[in-house]
């Protein structure tokens, strides 16, 4: 089965700044490889699918990026709203998640 | 707007069984462009993704939970359903379930469920 491996687990970042987060793949998954947003009480939310595909009424500061085993989802300027955990998902079955980034706003 | 919600008891006892249905609205579940999904989260834990259904029965399980869950479909009712049995404390979680095109290797889960806890204990 393959194993997803996120980076960092947490972070604190600022209004304004670039956030990077980045899922490692056990195995190669090509571009098969999604992102999610999660708020406490809420339905996660698919950011980015495809690896780089913006699903619709996403906002534009939401990016997803690179293939093979090395991915990555960028926010190119945070926002309040964007406090959350954040989750990659790959698409070869049997389906996973990796364990989640924490985003606080500082 | 398709939209899905889960139900089902929220209290279960230890070595029963888990039941839980999500009904499908604003959309059909015998859609060829779907597969349906079951994810869990335990509290303080991250997702996992148990099964997923095509309206036809076929089904996918996680390896990790095979031998317990069980995913069917009623596509008179649209709505597909959850059974996992012998449940145990580490099957305490919030539900949820959720759309994923049946060209899953470009898609992901959406949309969700608002989730439903369920809580093992006796």
């Known amino acids: 089965d393959i194993q997803l491996t996120q980076s960092p687990s947490s972070l604190s970042a600022s209004v304004g700044d670039r956030v990077t987060i980045t899922c490692r793949a056990s195995q190669i998954i090509n571009k098969y490889l999604n992102w999610y947003q999660h708020k406490p009480g809420k339905a996660p939310r698919l950011l980015i699918y495809?690896?780089?595909n913006l699903q619709g009424g996403v906002p534009s500061r939401f990016s997803g990026g690179g293939s093979g085993t090395e991915f990555s989802l960028t926010i190119s300027s945070l926002q309040p709203e964007d406090s959350a955990t954040y989750y990659c998902q790959q698409s070869y079955s049997p389906l996973s998640f990796g364990q989640g980034t924490r985003l606080e706003i500082k | 707007q398709l939209q899905l919600q889960e139900s089902g008891p929220g209290l279960v006892k230890p070595s029963e069984t888990l039941s839980l249905t999500c009904t499908v609205s604003g959309g059909s579940i015998s859609s060829r462009s779907n597969y349906w999904g079951w994810i869990r989260q335990p509290p303080g834990r991250g997702l996992e993704w148990i099964g997923s259904i095509y309206y036809s029965g076929t089904t996918y399980y996680n390896p990790s939970l095979k031998s317990r869950v069980t995913i069917s479909v009623d596509t008179s009712k649209n709505q597909f359903f959850l059974n996992l049995t012998s449940v145990t404390a580490t099957d305490t979680a919030v539900y949820y379930c959720?759309?994923?095109?049946?060209?899953?290797?470009?898609?992901?889960?959406?949309?969700w469920g608002l989730g439903t806890l369920v809580t093992v204990s006796s």
């Open positions: 959720a759309r994923l095109p049946s060209n899953w290797n470009y898609g992901g889960f959406d949309p």
């Open positions: 495809g690896a780089s």
